[in-house]
């Protein structure tokens, strides 16, 4: 395909029929096939006119404006050129269709941050509002660039015994140079992180990306408290957590490892409805769920989870008939039918739908006479397959871990420059060779300030007086 080809490619000739969610596909593979064009393609003349002359900025809204862009950015100079555009610019500032202009912002902005920073590993301020501009432009998924890249920093004030990193330097991480004196971001509050990766997960679940939703949700629900103080950011994470659990694996994940026991007592003596939905769902109870689901429609509905709920509802089922596989190996339709209540016809094709969609390891073998009932259903049980992995997937898990690796490092370091961690290592030169166990050094008066002790709450590694809110992100 000619390059002029695939730039007339978009709009399709059915736009009209396509739904919104396919429109957005074909948009996102449109922006994606004319990023491999050279920049020439934008800039030749077509019958020895301009590109522009050629496009409708009202319907070839997206290669109008990449034209335009690059054809300014082209002309130098040239204020005759310039004059000539300017007038391009005016056309398609009062014609273009907001909906590919959004698409391609976005898809610029994205650009734009992973120039900046190619590992986007450093949160900056606008990550949240990057997010928050792809959901109300109703294009979740052009967030994607940006969420499947992990955060390993935030963006922290160096000491002052330490010199300021230049930008012209060869600087290897990204939080050497965004810091809150730098400009790339402005001041980053708890609850900003939280809202990130509350966002996230909540498109992860649109795409259902369950392990990602899952991940982000733990972020949450791990952020570190103050006096232990919940938030209502981690009890809505809370009740997606359960419920994600109940879509992903038939039962509410379990809680994290080192999660603080008192901020998680306070989350969960708020989210009972949902722990009640849970354990209806446990124990494959469908009436019991449906019925706690009925009498709890607008708590599910105020918390924006109804549709999760009823997503839950056919995951229940779906969960029943996984559950057979544990007692047998095969059986007909029929008694899988009686045992979700179902007809044998409606459980046929629900039942094919779980294969085709992988949801189910089982085949089914057709009865001759034509009667749904009488098709047997025989179950698959997965085996651990000796395959070893192939080079690529190997090489790739080795650039993750030493990319990791990295980023372990230098945390490492930046909490070796905290004064909290200076103050500590000069008493334990103090105390000698002969000292005794190392927690017995630190200082706890954080930890327990009653009578007779000095210390306060300020203790804490990366919390002052002077401003706890931006401090508390230092100690990350």
Not at 97 to 113: F, H, K, T, Y
Not at 186 to 195: A, D, G, N, S, W
Not at 264 to 284: H, I, N, P, W
Request: glycine content about 6%; hydrophobic content about 40%; charged content about 25%.
């Amino acid at each position: 395909m000619s390059d002029l080809s695939t730039i007339l490619a978009f709009p399709p000739d059915d736009v009209a029929k396509l739904t919104p969610k396919k429109y957005d596909d074909a948009i996102t593979r449109y922006l994606q096939r004319i990023e491999k064009l050279p920049n020439t393609a934008w800039l030749r003349s077509v019958d020895k006119k301009n590109l522009l002359e050629m496009l409708n900025p009202e319907v070839n809204s997206i290669p109008y404006m990449v034209s335009l862009a690059a054809q300014i950015r082209a002309v130098g100079k040239d204020w005759t050129r310039i004059e000539i555009l300017l007038n391009y610019a005016v056309i398609f500032l009062t014609t273009f269709d907001p909906v590919q202009s959004s698409s391609c912002d976005l898809s610029i902005i994205a650009s734009a941050m992973l120039r900046l920073d190619p590992t986007v590993g450093t949160f900056t301020s606008t990550h949240l509002r990057f997010l928050r501009i792809c959901l109300e432009a109703g294009v979740p998924s052009h967030a994607l660039p940006i969420l499947d890249k992990n955060i390993y920093a935030m963006p922290t004030t160096p000491p002052k015994f330490l010199a300021d990193e230049f930008l012209c330097d060869d600087l290897e991480l990204s939080n050497t140079f965004i810091t809150p004196k730098s400009g790339f971001t402005q001041k980053i509050l708890p609850q900003y992180v939280l809202e990130y990766y509350l966002v996230g997960a909540h498109i992860y679940l649109g795409l259902r990306n369950y392990a990602r939703a899952r991940l982000f949700l733990e972020y949450v629900l791990l952020h570190p408290t103050i006096q232990h103080a919940i938030s209502a950011l981690q009890v809505e994470a809370y009740k997606r957590w359960v419920l994600v659990g109940l879509l992903a694996e038939g039962k509410p994940y379990p809680l994290p490892r080192t999660h603080d026991n008192a901020v998680m007592k306070g989350v969960r003596d708020v989210s009972k409805t949902y722990d009640a939905l849970a354990e209806s769902f446990m124990k494959r109870n469908l009436s019991k769920y449906r019925a706690e689901m009925d009498v709890g429609t607008q708590i599910w509905h105020e918390d924006g989870n109804l549709r999760l709920v009823k997503e839950a509802e056919s995951a229940l089922l779906r969960f029943r008939v996984i559950d057979l596989q544990k007692t047998f190996a095969a059986l007909p339709i029929g008694r899988v039918a009686a045992h979700v209540g179902y007809p044998p016809e409606t459980t046929l094709q629900w039942v094919m739908e779980m294969i085709r969609q992988r949801h189910l390891r089982a085949s089914l073998t057709p009865n001759g006479n034509g009667y749904a009932g009488d098709a047997v259903l025989r179950f698959h049980h997965s085996t651990t397959s000796s395959i070893a992995p192939a080079d690529g997937d190997l090489a790739a898990q080795t650039q993750r871990i030493e990319a990791l690796v990295a980023h372990v490092r230098d945390a490492d370091r930046r909490l070796q420059l905290t004064k909290e961690y200076v103050e500590y290592t000069k008493r334990q030169k103090r105390s000698g060779p002969d000292a005794a166990d190392m927690a017995d050094q630190m200082d706890l008066t954080w930890e327990n300030n009653g009578p007779g002790m000095t210390g306060s709450a300020a203790g804490v590694v990366g919390i002052d007086d002077d401003d706890g809110d931006e401090d508390i992100m230092g100690g990350f």
